[in-house]
T-cell receptor, first 114, second 113 residues
Framework: DQQVKQNSPSLSVQEGRISILNCDYT??????FLWYKKYPAEGPTFLIS?????DKNEDGRFTVFLNKSAKHLSLHIVPSQPGDSAVYFC?????????????FGQGTTLQVKP | NAGVMQNPRHLVRRRGQEARLRCSPM?????VYWYRQLPEEGLKFMVY????????ESGMPKERFSAEFPKEGPSILRIQQVVRGDSAAYFC???????????FGPGTRLTVT
């Protein structure tokens, strides 16, 4: 049962344009979401997060939007840069009684073309 | 401040052998998580440990897999009698507290031949 889903395996964007990465979840108990970025041969690194009490969180070029009614979140990168080319994972702690583990989506590979 | 360290980075084992993966958390971190990433998939939680205690092993396969985090030394993920399906990247993460940010190591890529 895939509770966090990233339905687009890959995305290609021109440098300077907006990248939009999407993530859906099925469990309404999720109340906190994270985005991780992963380069080849490295571990994931934390990028940005959002609590369910908010619908938007911004950090520089990165903005995450949360639509609780649709159980959907998206990561916007503006402007996209070639160094942003990586795999992006959305993740969520499973909710009440959480022991700290994270549930990850399958990932979306972003390619930013110069 | 060194990050999370994992070794070896690459490990090749024949079917039936044992694999031992090591994880040294960041300084000051006493919470360790192990995740597995199969090809073309996301990371899947395996186990969460604190020093000398397994807190949550709900993601661990029932057989052949075990994990420990002793009072001294790194956390160890042990896979006995490996099979080809165990081939994956295994990531360790550490955090200062239970719900604090998790910092990931570079992973160990296990190949079973």
């Amino acid at each position: 049962d895939q509770q966090v889903k990233q339905n687009s395996p890959s995305l290609s964007v021109q440098e300077g344009r907006i990248s939009i990465l999407n993530c859906d979840y099925t469990n309404s108990m999720f109340d906190y979401f994270l985005w991780y970025k992963k380069y080849p041969a490295e571990g994931p690194t934390f990028l940005i997060s959002i609590s369910s009490i908010k619908d938007k969180n911004e950090d520089g070029r990165f903005t995450v939007f949360l639509n609780k009614s649709a159980k959907h979140l998206s990561l916007h990168i503006v402007p996209s840069q070639p160094g942003d080319s990586a795999v992006y994972f959305c993740a969520a702690p499973p909710g009440s009684g959480n022991t700290g583990k994270l549930i990850f989506g399958q990932g979306t590979t972003l390619q930013v073309k110069p | 401040n060194a990050g999370v360290m994992q070794n070896p980075r690459h490990l090749v084992r024949r079917r039936g052998q044992e694999a031992r993966l090591r994880c040294s958390p960041m300084k000051g971190h006493s919470h360790v998580y192990w995740y597995r990433q199969l090809p073309e998939e996301g990371l899947k939680f395996m186990v969460y440990l604190q020093k000398e205690n397994i807190i949550d092993e709900s993601g661990m396969p029932k057989e052949r897999f075990s994990a420990e985090f002793p009072k001294e030394g790194p956390s160890i993920l042990r896979i006995q009698q490996v099979v080809r399906g165990d081939s994956a990247a295994y990531f360790c993460a550490s955090s200062r507290g239970q719900n604090d940010e998790q910092y990931f190591g570079p992973g160990t890529r296990l190949t079973v031949t």
